[in-house]
């Protein structure tokens, strides 16, 4: 087996839908002209349901095979990103300053393309629901739609997804049983000490060397308070204090990205962050207002489920091009909501070539669609056959 020969033939028609997805790119929730695009494409194709404005602008599609049987999900993304674009190709962004900078256009042509197939051929059981998918980038859209009930809406027992990468072969698949992308967490932390005069620090209470201290302190809950087999990020990525060199300021501010595996490695994380800021401050006579949202869940494959879609990728690109047990990555994704409620498969496709994600030179590669869109086909006639 390899690409679908139908499916190859939409090749040009699944670039053309990208590159007009890649001219209109829409942030978070307001993927109202995206939606609207996806939708009439699918009344062209004959799905059997379309339900719109779930999560605001989300779409489930369903299609309906050939007798009873269960309902596969299949997910794309479809927003972008708040970034300007530098590719210099033709069908660039028309809107300033956003772009599709990690290829949730060509997400979308795929799982666009698999539509069709499955509308004509309808060679498997049950039904097929189709979830596009707002606010990826920002704002949890999977969270909300899950939410929402689509789940348990549409009966909804398996749920699958793909994202593209530039760093693998083109038509090579990567994935992994268990913790694929890790949970990503988000401090904010505001010091405040008493300002006044540089030359007479003596007279105020100073949040900068405080501010220093936690810093640096941070970094001991990777190095001594967690496993050292437990994969953890702890980034101060942000800090902002004063205003002029004569200045002792008033309030320090830093910003941190926590990124783990486990849940109770990320409770402990959490524990001693607030711990280290806390007692820190109270060294140096500082107030300390932390702010630690928690966000995205680690994404986290089903082992059958994995192994099934690792099979159905061999059959598209062949054994050699399928990485079984490619290892995870600090990322996050939240697919992850939809693999906590039901079990599932996040794989990555190479492209082969190109900028890498949120770049503002990142370009889909088109030649990559006829692989994803094949694999989403074939995974629905293998979980689902007929006969």
Known sequence: MAVLNRIAAYAPEMAEWRRHLHRH????????????FVAAKLREFGVDEIHEGIAETGI?????????????????DMDALPITEATGVEHASEVPGVMHACGHDGHTA??????????????FRGRVALIFQPAEEDGGGGEVMVKEGILERFGIGEVYALHNTPTVPLGHFVTTPGPIMASVDTARVTLTGRGGHGAYPHECVDPVPALVGMVGALQTIASRNIDPLDEVVVSVTEIHAGTA????????????????????????IQQRFEEIVAGHAAAYGVQAEIDYELGYPATVNASDQTAFAVETARDVSGAAAVEAEGGREMGAEDFSYLLEKRPGCYLFLGQGKGAGLHHPAYEFNDEAAPYGASFFARLVERAQPLG
């Open 60 to 76: 489930v599609a369903l299609i309906d095979g050939q007798g009873e049987g269960p309902v596969i999900g299949l997910r794309a």
């Open 245 to 268: 060199s004569n200045i002792i300021p008033e309030t320090a501010f830093f910003g941190a990205t926590i990124r783990s595996f486990r849940p109770e490695v990320r409770a402990r």
């Open 25 to 36: 790119p829409e942030l978070r929730f307001a993927c109202h002209k995206t939606a609207a």
């Open 110 to 123: 795929m799982l666009l393309g698999a539509a069709r197939y499955l509308a004509e051929t309808r060679r």
